[in-house]
Each structure stands twice: as C-alpha cells, then as structure tokens.
C-alpha cells in the first residue's frame, strides 16, 4: 500500500473525472485483455480501470514505476 498526498490525490480523482465526463486523458485501452481493459495516466500514477457506461470500475492504481505494464490476461488478474 502506498500513502498518496492530497494534492496527487485530488489530481488523480480530477483526470478520471475528465475522462467519466468527456473520455478525454491519456488513457489507451490494453491488447489482449478481455473484457477490454484500459490505462490512465494522472502525473506518476497510473490507473487501470473498466469503462462500464455508467461508471469506471477502478482495478489498480499506483505510482509508475509499482505496477506492470499490463496488469494480466484475465479479468481478475488486475484485482490486487
């Protein structure tokens, strides 16, 4: 588990908002992966997350350099 401060914190929340409201962001959805899984850049950090419609299903997020570029083929491999 990592400690976030507020103010990375509250951008995070801000970037996924941004993208629940218009799909804007540095997001690209993962190859392979089924169902369809995409990743979503807020400064460091990175959010691995399912686009359901009517919310974002948040799987993984850390700081960068903390989690793997795909998170694994299987749609529970990402639950950690």
Do not use: C, H
């Not at 400690?3 to 908002?17: F, N, S, Y």
């Amino acid at each position: 588990m990592f400690a976030v401060q507020q103010q990375t914190a509250l951008q995070v929340l801000r970037t996924l908002a941004r993208y629940a409201r218009s799909g804007e962001g540095n997001a690209r959805q993962l190859q392979g992966i089924e169902p369809p899984l995409l990743r979503l850049r807020a400064q460091d950090r990175r959010i691995f997350f399912r686009d359901k419609g009517d919310y974002l299903e948040i799987l993984r997020a850390g700081p960068e350099r903390s989690l793997p570029l795909s998170p694994g083929p299987g749609p529970d491999s990402a639950v950690g």
